[in-house]
């Protein structure tokens, strides 16, 4: 079946420790986000990006960097320089640049 | 970022009561969409809207898209408690060369069996 896998769906780490959340999708996507979201707060972008190659800082990149090496896979790393980095991280792609927002799982990290 | 003021921020109901709730905006969007998001999951995208005054159903749900393309609609009927859940609205639209999308802060519906 196609769809969007976030690994590891539970992370724990030191504070001070970088942490790389993978994103997988097998629906031929262009298009692959990166979302943060706290608690009772909607979801807030972080990275974007439209094709291989090529991404784009979101609302709330400070502390954050990808990549899109493959079309497939856009992996998000969290850095010892983001401030808060306990929070649920949700990847998503879009067909192209109209397309809907379809999500992986999510990935909870907690920064000991 | 911009939020969309989404309303009511959590519900109580019965089961088998309907439930509306809706999210309004200053800006104006080219597509509204709909999510439900269970705890520790990812949300799923319940219904999509694509045109002003366009009014769609899935199942027992039923989604508006306003006229004036900066407010959204979703209306729940005979709610059951599977419905539990967060419920978020987003819209759409082109800016600066990506689809930009944002978010409602979302509807926590909560139903009493």
């Known amino acids: 079946d196609g769809g969007i896998t976030q690994s590891p769906k539970y992370l724990f780490r030191k504070e001070g420790q970088n942490v790389t959340l993978s994103c997988e999708q097998n629906l031929n996507h262009d298009a692959m986000y990166w979302y943060r979201q706290d608690p009772g707060q909607g979801l807030r972008l972080i990275y974007y990006?439209?094709?291989?190659?090529?991404?784009q800082k979101g609302d709330i990149a400070e502390g954050y960097s990808v990549s899109r090496e493959k079309k497939e896979s856009f992996p998000l790393t969290v850095t010892s320089a983001q401030k808060n980095p306990t929070a649920f991280y949700l990847c998503?792609?879009?067909?192209?640049?109209?397309?809907?927002?379809?999500f992986g799982e999510g990935s909870r990290l907690t920064v000991l | 970022g911009q939020q969309l003021n989404q309303s009511p921020q959590s519900m109580f109901i019965q089961e088998g009561e309907d439930v509306s709730m809706n999210c309004t905006s200053s800006?104006?969007?080219?597509?509204w969409l709909w999510y439900k998001q269970d705890p520790g999951e990812g949300p799923v995208l319940l219904i999509a809207l694509y045109k002003a005054g366009e009014l769609t159903s899935n199942g027992r749900l039923t989604a508006q898209f306003g006229i004036t393309r900066k407010d959204s609609f979703l209306n729940i009927s005979a709610s059951i408690p599977s419905d539990v859940g967060i419920y978020f609205c987003?819209?759409?639209?082109?800016?600066?060369?990506?689809?930009?999308?944002?978010f409602g802060t979302g509807t926590k519906l909560q139903v009493i069996p």
């Open positions: 800006s104006i969007f080219n597509t």
């Open positions: 998503a792609s879009s067909i192209g640049v109209a397309g809907e927002l379809f």
């Open positions: 990006s439209q094709i291989v190659n090529d991404f």
């Open positions: 987003a819209g759409q639209r082109y800016s600066g060369g990506y689809q930009k999308v944002t």
